[in-house]
């Protein structure tokens, strides 16, 4: 049966079956282009969330666990059909819930959760333990064995991509999943959910569970029988993760935020270094963790490089995201949009100056227009807290030394990115810059074979390519005694 909008009541995915919550709760999700409630959806809360926890490890312990590996592999690769089958309802259903524009979605969202897919699918059978040589008199070897039953939380910023980023490696490993996705954006979760069932995953493989993350995320979190729990998300809630964790000591993975440094040198292209960098801020309204949030321009080309940006700034379409030529689409609620004003009034009122932008865009939906701040000082709060919105920091930097000691200078590690022509100036830069990926004369890109994550208020633990095979199996070591 399609996933039906119109309904507007979705239940949660437990066990195979589409089920109300324990509670009989319900909470609304709204469309953040228009403000009106889309849909009502189950509100998990512990009880809920106990039974997912059993039916995955009733999975796990059942069927799934008898699968054969390339089994596991070509269910992801029949999800992956089906996604593909139902794209323009996922594209849309995206849209609705987070005021993603439907062309981004369409253009990195979508291809980069076929590309997990298939990727993953293809890793399935190829988790390789390896034979270890000790003694004459032994044969010794290692197998991978899948840790279990996986809480995985995501956030709102792209509930898809980063949904799939933990769903595909745990599944393809053998773990068996419960998703919790953001409270906002909860509706794309559901709909795969129901389509790993079609592509015939047995129940109970994957679990959906939408709900607040002081009730369900919490209880997620702290359940005894979860083995590992993967979280994205901001550092504040990272740091409760691990305290609840704490219990039954589970393995945990922390994707966690970033205030990224974009470095332009006067040697580069500044055509490109600047449209890079517009993109790098402006890209999904600012709400992206590896934002080049901060951008750190040479004293010389320091006034050029405003000019252009506040240009770049100026020309991008903000509106509907159902339009598909809208380049910048709302802020994904109403808290986050008054979190984002709010900065920029602390940015007014530390003294930074407004080049483009600074405000509302409209009464009705959460829209901001993509602001520039100019005259940033490193030590001002604009500059060292993410504020995950359309705001730029442009900061001066007179030279290597104190363009490093900037970019390194806050409590984020997660991505960075140099601009210049002088090889051995980037291959010093991408030595000494505190972060998990440094991009060098292009800034963003991601991809599933290329480990991602950071470090300190950024998290710890890698996702993407076979560091998420490590995430979710352990080595067990075989001591057989041969004799000699
Ligand atoms: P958030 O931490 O508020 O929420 C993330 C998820 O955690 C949601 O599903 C939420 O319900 C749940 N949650 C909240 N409190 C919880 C608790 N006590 N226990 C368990 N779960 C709980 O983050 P957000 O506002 O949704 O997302 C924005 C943050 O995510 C930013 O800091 C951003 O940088 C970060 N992020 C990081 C990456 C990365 O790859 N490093 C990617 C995207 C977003």
């Known amino acids: 049966m399609p996933f039906d909008l119109v309904t507007n009541r979705h239940d949660l995915l437990i066990d195979g079956k589409c089920i109300p919550a324990a509670s009989g709760r319900y909470f609304d999700t709204i469309d953040p282009a228009t403000e009106r409630v889309i849909a009502s959806v189950a509100e998990a809360d512990a009880e809920d969330v106990d039974a997912a926890v059993r039916s995955a490890r009733a999975a796990f312990d059942g069927d799934w666990g008898r699968l054969r590996p390339?089994?596991?592999?070509?269910?992801l690769l029949k999800l992956a059909d089906l996604i593909r089958r139902d794209q323009d309802e996922l594209v849309n259903l995206e849209s609705l819930d987070s005021g993603?524009?439907?062309?981004?979605?369409?253009?990195?969202?979508?291809?980069?959760?076929?590309?997990?897919?298939s990727y993953?699918?293809?890793?399935?059978?190829k988790i390789n333990g390896q034979v270890i040589p000790t003694r004459a008199d032994a044969?010794?070897?290692?197998?991978?064995?899948?840790l279990g039953v996986v809480g995985a939380i995501v956030p709102w910023n792209f509930p898809l991509m980063i949904g799939m980023w933990k769903i595909a490696p745990a599944l393809a490993c053998g773990c068996t999943v419960v998703l919790k996705p953001a409270e906002i954006t909860p509706l794309t979760a559901l709909k795969i959910g129901e389509l790993a069932l079609e592509a015939g995953f047995p129940p109970g493989v994957l679990n959906v569970v939408p709900g607040f993350g002081k009730t369900a995320g919490v209880a997620l979190v702290e359940h005894p029988d979860v083995d590992k729990v993967t979280f994205t998300g901001s550092p504040a809630v990272g740091r409760q993760i691990l305290r609840g964790a704490a219990g039954n000591l589970k393995r945990v993975t922390l994707e966690l935020g970033g205030k990224s440094a974009n470095i332009i040198f006067p040697d580069a292209d500044i055509e490109a270094a600047v449209k890079a960098a517009a993109a790098g801020i402006f890209f999904n309204s600012g709400q992206v963790c590896s934002a080049g949030s901060r951008i750190l321009v040479h004293d010389s080309i320091y006034d050029e490089v405003v000019e252009r940006l506040a240009a770049r700034a100026q020309a991008i379409r903000v509106g509907d995201p159902r339009d598909p030529a809208t380049g910048m689409g709302p802020l994904v609620s109403d808290v986050q949009m008054k979190r984002v004003l709010g900065y920029i009034d602390i940015g007014v009122g530390e003294g930074a100056?407004?080049?483009t932008g600074g405000g509302r865009r409209s009464e009705t939906g959460y829209f901001v227009s993509p602001t520039v701040f100019a005259g940033v000082e490193h030590d001002m709060r604009i500059s060292q807290e993410e504020i995950f919105g359309p705001v730029a920091a442009v900061i001066r930097f007179k030279d290597d030394e104190d363009a490093l000691s900037i970019a390194n200078g806050t409590v984020y590690s997660l991505a960075a990115g140099v601009w210049s022509r002088d090889m051995a100036r980037v291959h010093r830069f991408a030595r000494r810059l505190k972060a998990g990926t440094v991009w060098v004369n292009t800034f963003g890109p991601t991809d599933i074979r290329l480990p991602w994550?950071?470090?300190?208020?950024?998290?710890?633990?890698?996702?993407?390519?076979?560091?998420?095979?490590?995430?979710?199996?352990?080595?067990?070591?075989?001591?057989?005694?041969?004799?000699?």
């Open 120 to 125: 993953y699918a293809g890793l399935a059978d």
């Open 453 to 484: 994550g950071g470090a300190r208020d950024s998290g710890f633990g890698r996702e993407h390519g076979d560091a998420a095979i490590e995430n979710f199996t352990e080595a067990k070591s075989v001591w057989i005694n041969t004799g000699s």
């Open 100 to 117: 993603k524009p439907v062309s981004a979605i369409r253009r990195q969202d979508l291809p980069a959760v076929l590309d997990t897919l």
């Open 70 to 75: 390339s089994e596991r592999g070509a269910l």
């Open 139 to 146: 044969l010794t070897y290692t197998v991978r064995e899948p």
């Open 353 to 355: 100056s407004i080049v």
